[in-house]
């Protein structure tokens, strides 16, 4: 088990950039498969970048061209950049992890609010 925990959400007018960062306890954050989430109040939790233990990488359609996922085993971080932000972007954003050969998610963060206005 890994404990994770988010930082870096904040309020940012559309256009703007913010960097979350997720910072992880434990020796075995290098077998984690890691990802981003987010939940926008009144919907479904949706999933917006994954990255593998080799640091390929998969996103969300929505946010393709704008964020960057990366991580960095040897510091037990990950990251997602965020550019061009638009007020949909507005959630609370979780890390999450699930060791390789798994397909749950669970090892979460408490997640960190990012609000962009118009």
């Known amino acids: 088990q890994v404990q994770l925990v988010e930082s870096g959400g904040g309020l940012v007018q559309a256009g703007g950039s913010l960097r979350l960062s997720c910072a992880a306890s434990?020796?075995?954050?290098?077998?984690?498969?890691m990802a981003w989430f987010r939940q926008a109040p009144g919907k479904q939790r949706e999933l917006v970048a994954t990255?593998?233990?080799?640091?390929?990488?998969n996103y969300a359609d929505s946010v393709k061209g704008r964020f960057t996922i990366s991580r960095d085993n040897a510091k037990n971080m990950m990251y997602l950049q965020m550019n061009s932000l638009k007020p949909e972007d507005t959630a609370v954003y979780y890390c999450?992890?699930?060791?390789?050969?798994?397909?749950?998610?669970?090892?979460w963060g408490q997640g960190t609010q990012v609000t962009v206005s118009s």
């Open positions: 999450a992890g699930r060791i390789i050969g798994t397909v749950t998610y669970n090892n």
């Open positions: 434990g020796r075995t954050f290098s077998t984690y498969i």
């Open positions: 990255i593998a233990i080799g640091g390929s990488t």
